[in-house]
């Protein structure tokens, strides 16, 4: 009897044995993936105004202080920290920025005229539409003075 009990356990044991399976090898890792280079941005000198960096807050109440960093941030993008229309961006634009040291230019236009362009665009006066409008300034009459006096300080017979 013990050479039964014997031999069934080690048939169990043999059959259990024969049922499993080999272990598969683990699939190999994937190929490494490339990096995609990314295409040359094209600058849209309006997209790269409104984009740049911003400096300082000025003192709140103070329009001369808010409106010199509003043109140093999004102005001289085209129109350069002078005013003669050389910015970074005006290399790409055609029409090319105005020059504010355009001393004719200066006598031509009103200072609605230049506040209209400030808050609406070239294009509301028949101008360029590259010129942005800045309808965040809507609610800030002394920025926009303020605006438009650096503008009209460029004027070299002032």
């Known amino acids: 009897m013990n050479k039964i009990l014997v031999s069934a356990a080690f048939a169990l044991a043999l059959s259990a044995c024969s049922e499993q399976k080999p272990a598969e090898p683990a699939p ?9 280079e990314a ?6 000198p309006a997209a790269a105004a409104a984009a740049a960096p911003a400096a300082a807050a000025p003192a709140a109440g103070d329009p001369k202080a808010e409106a010199d960093q509003i043109f140093a941030t999004r102005c001289t993008v085209c129109h350069g920290a002078t005013g003669k229309g050389d910015g970074p961006g005006a290399a790409a634009l055609n029409p090319k920025p105005r020059d504010y040291s355009d001393a004719a230019w200066q006598k031509s236009i009103t200072d609605d005229v230049l506040a209209k362009v400030i808050l609406e665009g070239g294009q509301a006066i028949g101008k360029s539409p590259l010129m942005a409008p800045s309808p965040d300034l809507k609610g800030k009459p002394e ?9 009209r300080s460029f004027n070299p017979t002032k």
């Open 39 to 44: 295409a040359a941005p094209v600058v849209d």
């Open 28 to 36: 190999p890792p994937p190929p490494p993936v490339k990096p995609v």
């Open 143 to 151: 920025v926009v003075k303020a605006l438009v006096a650096k503008v």
